[in-house]
């Protein structure tokens, strides 16, 4: 009996799993297809932190975003290529190198922060304020879980 049940949580882990990763797909195309300034998902994200963050290393950067320092150097290269970002030796210590977002990238995440709001509603709507709060909620707790294996393993 408890095998069977194991089992049946393994089937239903596995099909909340694939759920997830399609739904993550589809959000991720969503935005690609329809914030209108040719970015992807991470790119945006990028802009956006620097937006609300202030100009920051790209090892900074990639600890909040939970990538690698090179994947955002490479991001970053791309982004300056489109005049959103600048790279900026710190004052202080002229070794360090800072991602600063430019006048144009404000003006694209301001664009961005409304086409987000849209996409947002298009993708929840039908769930009532109580599911988001629960989604959220859950979102939390499996975040929590990942975070508090994550420190376990680096001890």
């Given at each position: ?84 970002l600048e790279r900026e030796r710190d004052l202080d210590d ?62």
């Open positions: 009996m408890w095998s069977a049940m194991k089992e049946q949580r393994q089937q239903d882990l596995i099909q909340l799993e694939n759920a997830f990763i399609q739904m993550k797909r589809r959000m991720d195309s969503e935005w690609t297809k329809t914030n209108g300034f040719g970015l992807n998902g991470m790119q945006a994200r990028i802009l956006i932190r620097l937006f609300e963050d202030g100009s920051q290393k790209a090892s900074v950067l990639a600890e909040k975003l939970l990538v690698t320092a090179g994947a955002i150097t490479g991001i970053a290269d791309k982004l300056i290529d489109m005049e959103y002229r070794r360090v190198v800072n991602l600063v977002i430019t006048e144009k990238g404000k003006a694209v995440v301001q664009k961005l922060k409304g086409k987000r709001a849209e996409i947002s509603e298009m993708m929840f709507t039908g769930l009532s304020d109580d599911d988001v709060k629960q989604l959220t909620r859950l979102f939390n707790q499996i975040i929590a879980n990942m975070d508090r294996a994550r420190e376990q393993n680096k001890n």
